[in-house]
């Protein structure tokens, strides 16, 4: 499982003319293609997930027996 830090962001919005901070949490790789003119993280407000990187991982998780089929296309395991 791969650990992934989401943050909310404080950014400058030109539009309105003030600072606003984002809606949604955002991992710092997606805030930067978001806001390139610059966005800092808000202190405390960090969300940490585990998603998983492999099929085999996303499917063990699953609740849903058509992500859980077996090799010869069932669902019964």
Same mark, same amino acid.
């Given at each position: 499982?791969?650990?992934?830090?989401?943050?909310?962001?404080?950014?400058?919005?030109?539009?309105?003319?003030?600072?606003?901070?984002?809606?949604?949490?955002?991992?710092?790789?997606?805030?930067?293609?978001?806001?390139?003119? @610059?966005?800092?993280?808000?202190? @405390?407000?960090?969300?940490?997930?585990?998603?998983?990187?492999?099929?085999?991982?996303?499917?063990?998780?699953?609740?849903?027996?058509?992500?859980?089929?077996?090799?010869? @296309?069932?669902?019964? @395991?």
């Amino acid at each position: 499982m791969k650990r992934l830090e989401l943050w909310r962001w404080r950014y400058f919005d030109p539009a309105r003319r003030k600072h606003m901070t984002t809606r949604f949490v955002h991992s710092e790789a997606d805030a930067a293609l978001q806001y390139p003119a @610059g966005a800092t993280k808000v202190e @405390g407000s960090p969300e940490v997930r585990m998603a998983p990187e492999t099929d085999e991982e996303r499917a063990a998780g699953s609740t849903s027996a058509w992500q859980r089929r077996s090799a010869n @296309g069932s669902t019964d @395991g």
